[in-house]
Protein backbone atom coordinates (compact mmCIF):
# COMPACT_ATOMS: atom_id res chain seq x y z
CA UNK A 1 0.00 0.00 0.00
CA UNK A 2 1.40 3.43 -0.94
CA UNK A 3 0.90 6.01 1.61
CA UNK A 4 0.97 9.88 0.55
CA UNK A 5 2.00 13.19 2.70
CA UNK A 6 1.17 16.28 1.33
CA UNK A 7 2.73 19.84 2.94
CA UNK A 8 3.19 23.49 1.75
CA UNK A 9 -0.27 24.79 2.13
CA UNK A 10 -1.27 28.08 3.24
CA UNK A 11 -2.61 31.98 2.86
CA UNK A 12 -0.94 34.00 -0.66
CA UNK A 13 -1.91 36.52 -1.70
CA UNK A 14 -2.97 37.16 -5.70
CA UNK A 15 0.05 36.95 -7.60
CA UNK A 16 2.18 35.33 -4.88
CA UNK A 17 3.96 32.00 -5.13
CA UNK A 18 3.68 28.53 -3.31
CA UNK A 19 5.63 25.50 -3.21
CA UNK A 20 3.48 21.80 -2.44
CA UNK A 21 5.49 18.88 -1.32
CA UNK A 22 4.34 15.51 -1.68
CA UNK A 23 5.87 12.22 -0.25
CA UNK A 24 5.25 8.76 -1.11
CA UNK A 25 6.30 5.94 1.09
CA UNK A 26 5.02 2.21 1.41
CA UNK A 27 4.95 -0.47 -1.28
CA UNK A 28 5.47 2.12 -4.02
CA UNK A 29 7.63 -0.13 -6.47
CA UNK A 30 4.89 0.21 -9.24
CA UNK A 31 3.94 3.95 -8.83
CA UNK A 32 5.63 5.80 -11.86
CA UNK A 33 3.42 8.74 -11.43
CA UNK A 34 2.53 11.35 -9.24
CA UNK A 35 0.26 14.68 -9.52
CA UNK A 36 -2.26 16.71 -8.02
CA UNK A 37 -5.76 17.43 -7.87
CA UNK A 38 -7.35 20.59 -6.76
CA UNK A 39 -11.11 20.13 -4.82
CA UNK A 40 -13.57 23.42 -3.51
CA UNK A 41 -16.07 21.94 -1.84
CA UNK A 42 -19.40 21.63 -3.34
CA UNK A 43 -17.51 21.28 -6.86
CA UNK A 44 -15.92 18.22 -8.64
CA UNK A 45 -11.90 17.62 -8.16
CA UNK A 46 -9.75 19.29 -11.11
CA UNK A 47 -6.68 17.84 -12.40
CA UNK A 48 -3.91 20.43 -12.07
CA UNK A 49 -0.67 18.50 -12.92
CA UNK A 50 0.75 15.00 -13.08
CA UNK A 51 4.67 14.01 -13.79
CA UNK A 52 5.87 10.61 -14.57
CA UNK A 53 9.28 8.14 -14.50
CA UNK A 54 10.53 5.19 -16.40
CA UNK A 55 12.97 3.03 -15.24
CA UNK A 56 15.75 4.89 -16.95
CA UNK A 57 14.79 7.82 -15.33
CA UNK A 58 13.22 9.78 -17.99
CA UNK A 59 10.61 12.18 -16.48
CA UNK A 60 7.37 13.30 -19.00
CA UNK A 61 4.96 16.45 -17.42
CA UNK A 62 1.28 17.13 -18.05
CA UNK A 63 -0.52 20.28 -16.75
CA UNK A 64 -4.17 21.66 -17.07
CA UNK A 65 -4.47 24.68 -19.37
CA UNK A 66 -5.64 26.91 -16.29
CA UNK A 67 -1.81 26.18 -14.80
CA UNK A 68 -0.27 26.30 -17.63
CA UNK A 69 2.83 28.50 -17.75
CA UNK A 70 2.38 29.48 -14.16
CA UNK A 71 2.72 26.13 -12.43
CA UNK A 72 5.79 23.71 -12.34
CA UNK A 73 5.85 20.18 -11.39
CA UNK A 74 8.81 18.04 -10.65
CA UNK A 75 10.11 14.84 -8.59
CA UNK A 76 13.51 14.55 -6.40
CA UNK A 77 13.40 10.95 -6.52
CA UNK A 78 15.53 10.11 -3.36
CA UNK A 79 13.16 11.84 -1.57
CA UNK A 80 10.43 10.19 -3.76
CA UNK A 81 8.56 13.74 -3.31
CA UNK A 82 7.07 15.30 -6.16
CA UNK A 83 6.91 19.34 -5.72
CA UNK A 84 3.95 21.76 -7.26
CA UNK A 85 5.77 24.97 -7.49
CA UNK A 86 2.88 27.66 -8.13
CA UNK A 87 3.55 31.23 -9.01
CA UNK A 88 1.29 34.13 -10.19
CA UNK A 89 -1.96 32.64 -7.87
CA UNK A 90 -5.30 33.65 -8.61
CA UNK A 91 -8.58 33.39 -6.40
CA UNK A 92 -9.50 30.69 -8.43
CA UNK A 93 -6.52 28.38 -7.81
CA UNK A 94 -7.43 28.22 -4.26
CA UNK A 95 -9.13 25.06 -3.09
CA UNK A 96 -7.66 21.76 -1.09
CA UNK A 97 -4.94 20.36 -3.00
CA UNK A 98 -4.78 16.40 -3.05
CA UNK A 99 -1.47 14.10 -4.36
CA UNK A 100 -2.74 11.21 -5.99
CA UNK A 101 -0.07 8.22 -7.68
CA UNK A 102 -0.34 6.04 -10.49
CA UNK A 103 1.36 3.34 -12.63
CA UNK A 104 1.27 5.75 -15.64
CA UNK A 105 0.69 9.68 -16.15
CA UNK A 106 -2.96 9.19 -17.72
CA UNK A 107 -3.52 7.55 -14.62
CA UNK A 108 -3.28 9.81 -12.39
CA UNK A 109 -4.24 12.51 -14.58
CA UNK A 110 -7.76 10.28 -14.99
CA UNK A 111 -7.93 9.81 -11.23
CA UNK A 112 -8.53 6.70 -11.95
CA UNK A 113 -7.32 3.37 -10.83
CA UNK A 114 -5.20 5.32 -8.70
CA UNK A 115 -2.97 3.36 -6.13
CA UNK A 116 -3.33 6.54 -3.24
CA UNK A 117 -5.06 9.39 -2.52
CA UNK A 118 -3.40 11.97 0.25
CA UNK A 119 -5.27 13.96 2.98
CA UNK A 120 -4.96 17.28 0.92
CA UNK A 121 -3.74 20.69 1.85
CA UNK A 122 -5.22 23.93 1.82
CA UNK A 123 -4.17 27.01 -0.28
CA UNK A 124 -5.98 29.94 0.20
CA UNK A 125 -5.16 32.79 -2.16
CA UNK A 126 -6.25 36.86 -0.99
CA UNK A 127 -7.54 39.33 -3.78
Known amino acids: QVQLEESGGGLVQAGGSLTLSCTAS????????MGWFRQIPGKEREFVAA???????????LYSDSVKGRFKISRLAYKSTVYLEMNSLKPEDQGNYHC?????????????????WGQGTLVTVSS
Open 100 to 116: ASGDTLETVMRGSALDA
Open 26 to 33: GRTSDTYA
Open 51 to 61: ISWGHWGRLNS
